[in-house]
T-cell receptor
Framework: QQQVKQSPQSLIVQKGGISIINCAYENTAFDYFPWYQQFPGKGPALLIAIRPDVSEKKEGRFTISFNKSAKQFSLHIMDSQPGDSATYFC??????????????FGKGTLLTVNP | DAMVIQNPRYQVTQFGKPVTLSCSQTLNHNVMYWYQQKSSQAPKLLFHYYDKDFNNEADTPDNFQSRRPNTSFCFLDIRSPGLGDAAMYLCATGSGRGEQFFGPGTRLTVL
């Protein structure tokens, strides 16, 4: 059972455009929602994250929008650049005791930004 | 810079020949994770340590084992690698706030 559903699977955007990736979750016990950016051959890098008591978080060109009632969250990349071309994973974190957390990942979105 | 370091970056082994992958961290996090990631897929959690407490995922094959001799180091042992074990192996640490920080990964090839 996939607990975090991510869409689209792939996305092509023109330089300067807005990239939008959506995720939906089922388990209301999730308490932290990070996004990871992964370039080919590299490990995932934490991009931006949000807690469920916040509806929006912005860091530079990257914004997370969070809708707790709908159990949905999304990543917006403003002024998309060719260097943003990567695979993006949404994730949801569940605390399993102390400072021990486990991540559930979406299946990923391959973003291509054309020059 | 505080980092998660994985060695080697590329590992080639033969079918059935044991292999050990290593991870070290300078973040002093008490949680360390091992993930397997195959092409075009999300990382899949194999197991994790909370301090010295080992937690195995239910679907992690017995072929995979791990050791954590101290806070800074963690090892992944694959006892008898099969062709299906060829993948990127990612080590991560947990900050205790839900964030996880990944290393660059070790690409394992099984011949």
């Amino acid at each position: 059972q996939q607990q975090v559903k991510q869409s689209p699977q792939s996305l092509i955007v023109q330089k300067g455009g807005i990239s939008i990736i959506n995720c939906a979750y089922e388990n209301t016990a999730f308490d932290y929602f990070p996004w990871y950016q992964q370039f080919p051959g590299k490990g995932p890098a934490l991009l931006i994250a949000i807690r469920p008591d916040v509806s929006e978080k912005k860091e530079g060109r990257f914004t997370i929008s969070f809708n707790k009632s709908a159990k949905q969250f999304s990543l917006h990349i403003m002024d998309s650049q060719p260097g943003d071309s990567a695979t993006y994973f949404c994730a949801a974190s569940l605390r399993s005791g102390g400072s021990n957390y486990k991540l559930t990942f979406g299946k990923g979105t391959l973003l291509t930004v054309n020059p | 810079d505080a980092m998660v370091i994985q060695n080697p970056r590329y590992q080639v082994t033969q079918f059935g020949k044991p292999v050990t992958l290593s991870c070290s961290q300078t973040l002093n996090h008490n949680v360390m994770y091992w993930y397997q990631q195959k092409s075009s897929q999300a990382p899949k959690l194999l197991f994790h340590y909370y301090d010295k407490d080992f937690n195995n995922e239910a679907d992690t094959p017995d072929n995979f084992q791990s050791r954590r001799p101290n806070t800074s180091f963690c090892f992944l042992d694959i006892r008898s690698p099969g062709l299906g074990d060829a993948a990127m192996y990612l080590c991560a640490t947990g900050s205790g706030r839900g964030e996880q920080f990944f290393g660059p990964g070790t690409r394992l090839t099984v011949l």
